[in-house]
Structures are given as structure tokens and as C-alpha cells.
């Protein structure tokens, strides 16, 4: 008896799981479902949770995945505005935004279909932009003239709206993944970029030559106004030494022995200002005046004759 209750209840679980898998499913809320009525779709299920079916075939659930996508376009070569061959790959984001469109334009719902109808969109646009765009936008050696951000907007300005439309697709980023050049035009590119350098270098050399020359003139006119100046005043100090010399030498040009007596004073301070045995000529001056004193002339006095005394003049 309690055999047949335990392989009931077993039997009971295993019909009820049977069931709840055959006629419910469940919506995560990464999903949105779409339920097809022999073969018409129904409204999408957005809301996370669980929901009731009919069984195959009179019904079926599609899942879409309502996460962020992406994908690399062909790395293919696209012709630019001057006619200069590039090799472009893009990478691109994408969400499905309206359920039904999307369901209706790919097979099944699949991610794999939607990305390949979005790649031909893409690419489609793609040639058509960089074809506006000329190659120095695209490789230059002057950075103000890439336009990559530029590019890219311009891009999924225009594939956004036949997205939308066609697909149900919201495009939420396309970028610029990889530059190339075809081997047939690397050393052209290369070349013409080496003359753009050296032209940039060339300027510079110019435009810093020529501000050299301008401080060499500005700095030869500033020492020449500084010689100038020190001309000036020493011509002025000249003048006035020579003045004052004048006055000096027209008082010793009274007395010139004095002159000379003094001149050789103010000489030997200078000689034996430090201790010091000086082995010297009494001829050479100021060195006579250790020698002995020269002899003076007769200096005019009271005669003898008159009655004076010649040691005190009386």
C-alpha cells in the first residue's frame, strides 16, 4: 500500500513538471518573448516573470535578448574624396528597441541574421561617408586634421533612422576598430607624409632663424647703447680728474722739490707695509731719502762784522 502511494506521488510530480514545462515558460528580464499563434506573432512580452502557453504547434516562443550587441564590420578596402584607396573596419553597438520589427525582419529572431542585414547597412553607409571625407581626415601627421569623432557621428547619423525602420534596431555606437593602407600606395602615403614633416620642420627652422636674427639686433643695439653710456661717462670722469689734477698740480708746480719730497713719502707706507728686509739702492727714490741729507745753501744771517752774536742773532 505504501509502494503504490510513494509511485503515485511520484508519478503525480513528474505530471505536474511535465505540464508546467509543456504549457508555461519564463521571461528573464534580459528576454523579450514573442508568442506565435500558428505561426502569427503575438505582442512581445517585455515583463519579467512567468506566463502560460499552448503547446507546439499551435503555439511557439521566440526569446530576444535585449542586452547591448556588437559586432565588426569587413575589413574591406573604400575609396576617399580625393580617390585614395583606405582599408576600414568599424565596430558597431546595438540594441533591438522595437520588438515586432525586429521579429518580422530576421528569420526566427536570431542575432546572428539581424547582424548580418545591420553589417550590410553599415557597410553601405560606410563607403558613402568616407568617400566625403578626404584621406588627410583620415591619416596626417597634423593632428588638428584627423576627424575620426567626426566620421563616426556622421556615420551613425545616417544609419540610424533605415535601422530603426527596417530592422527595429537602435544603433547605440559606431567607431573606427582598425586603418590600413593597401601595399601598393603604403610608400606613396609614406613618402607624401615625410615631405608633409619636413615642410613642418622647415618652417620651424625658419620662423626660429629669424627670431634669432631678431634678438642678435635687439641685443647688439642694447650693448651698443651701453658702450654708449659708458663712454659718456667716462669722458665725463676724464674731465673731471684732469680738473681736479690741474688744481693739484699748479699748487706742487709752486714747490716741485716739495713736491717730489712728499710723493716719495707717500711711496714707502706702501713699500714696507709689511715686515720686510729691503736690500735697495740709496740712488733709487724713494730709497735716497735713507741716504744722508743733502747739503743746504748758505742761509742769509747777521754779519759777524757788525758785532752780533751768530748763534742767537744778536
Not at 518573448?33 to 507546439?56: H, I, M, N, Q, S
Not at 576598430?177 to 620642420?201: D, G, I, N, Y
Not at 708746480?253 to 714696507?272: N, W, Y
Request: charged content about 30%; glycine content about 8%; proline content about 6%.
Amino acid at each position: 500500500m505504501k509502494r503504490n502511494t510513494v509511485t503515485l506521488v511520484i508519478g503525480g510530480l513528474l505530471l505536474l513538471i511535465f505540464f508546467v514545462l509543456l504549457f508555461t515558460f519564463q521571461v528573464r528580464q534580459t528576454e523579450i518573448a514573442v508568442v506565435t499563434t500558428f505561426g502569427r506573432p503575438g505582442a512581445p512580452l517585455r515583463d519579467p516573470g512567468l506566463y502560460f502557453k499552448w503547446p507546439r504547434p499551435i503555439q511557439r516562443v521566440f526569446k530576444l535578448d535585449r542586452r547591448i550587441h556588437g559586432f565588426d564590420t569587413r575589413n574591406e578596402q573604400v575609396l576617399t574624396k580625393g580617390g585614395d584607396p583606405l582599408i576600414v573596419m568599424l565596430y558597431v553597438g546595438w540594441q533591438i528597441k522595437d520588438p515586432e520589427t525586429f521579429f518580422a525582419s530576421t528569420k526566427d529572431g536570431t542575432d546572428k541574421e539581424a547582424e548580418t542585414l545591420l553589417g550590410g547597412l553599415v557597410e553601405s553607409v560606410k563607403n558613402q561617408v568616407v568617400g566625403n571625407h578626404p584621406f588627410s581626415h583620415f591619416v596626417s601627421t597634423d593632428e588638428n586634421e584627423l576627424k575620426f569623432e567626426q566620421i563616426e557621428k556622421d556615420i551613425l547619423e545616417k544609419v540610424q533612422p533605415d535601422a530603426e525602420k527596417k530592422y527595429g534596431i537602435e544603433i547605440k555606437f559606431v567607431g573606427l576598430k582598425k586603418l590600413s593602407l593597401p601595399e601598393s600606395v603604403t610608400e606613396k602615403v609614406f613618402a607624401r607624409m615625410q615631405a608633409e614633416r619636413q615642410k613642418v620642420v622647415d618652417t620651424l627652422k625658419s620662423e626660429g632663424e629669424a627670431r634669432a636674427t631678431m634678438i642678435k639686433s635687439d641685443a647688439d643695439t642694447k650693448r651698443a647703447e651701453i658702450l654708449a653710456d659708458a663712454d659718456a661717462k667716462a669722458t665725463e670722469l676724464r674731465g673731471k680728474a684732469d680738473a681736479e689734477a690741474s688744481k693739484w698740480l699748479a699748487v706742487l708746480a709752486q714747490d716741485a722739490e716739495l713736491a717730489v719730497f712728499l710723493s716719495k713719502i707717500r711711496a714707502l707706507p706702501e713699500v714696507l707695509k709689511e715686515k720686510a728686509t729691503l736690500i735697495f739702492d740709496l740712488r733709487t727714490p724713494p730709497f735716497d731719502l735713507f741716504g744722508p741729507l743733502p747739503k743746504l745753501p748758505p742761509q742769509p744771517g747777521p754779519s759777524i762784522l757788525g758785532g752780533g752774536d751768530p748763534s742767537t742773532g744778536r
